[in-house]
């Protein structure tokens, strides 16, 4: 099972990822360390990513998930995954990822980063990711309002139910 903890900056990805990874015994991996230099360059001055900056970005992570889940290994990573056609690029042609979309208001979230350092992010690219995020159909959808863990309860119980009902391969 191959695992994308998706929503806009500040909502808690890598940190609630981690601890569904735990959960299930598989690896855990943050997309922003797929970022390239430019990219992070880009958003640490403030300037939104654009798809073509998103695209070797997204297929990078890609290539990841394929490569570790070759043998049939678990996954979990944490990507913010913000329009459809991103996440079908993470998707992957046999559709093998669930999709697991931390929600949260933007004043939440706003104060969230305020209060977070060291962070290549630049707080103002929030409003940008909001314009961007095209909220997911199938995904399993978590309050981020909740505690940590009780918004891994929710997803690792959805999860679950979600593969028992999975025809098998």
């Not at 913000?82 to 104060?111: I, S």
């Not at 918004?151 to 098998?168: E, G």
Request: aromatic share 6%; charged share 25%.
């Amino acid at each position: 099972m191959i695992v994308v903890v998706m929503g806009v900056s500040g909502c808690g990805k890598s940190t609630v990822g981690q601890k569904i990874a735990e959960r299930l015994g598989c690896a855990f991996r943050d997309g922003d360390e797929f970022h390239s230099e430019a990219n992070r360059a880009k958003m640490h001055a403030g300037i939104p990513l654009n798809d073509d900056d998103r695209k070797p970005w997204l297929e990078s992570i890609r290539a990841y998930m394929d490569d570790k889940t070759s043998n049939g290994q678990s996954l979990v990573v944490a990507c913010s995954a913000l329009k459809q056609r991103y996440r079908d690029v993470l998707r992957g042609p046999g559709g093998n990822a669930e999709f697991v979309y931390l929600k949260g208001d933007f004043d939440l979230l706003q104060g969230r980063l305020a209060a977070r350092k060291d962070h290549f992010f630049n707080p103002n690219l929030l409003r940008s990711q909001f314009e961007t995020l095209e909220e997911p159909a199938d995904a399993i959808v978590v309050d981020i309002a909740l505690p940590p863990e009780a918004i891994v309860d929710q997803a690792v119980a959805q999860l679950q139910a979600r593969a028992a009902h999975r025809p098998a391969a």
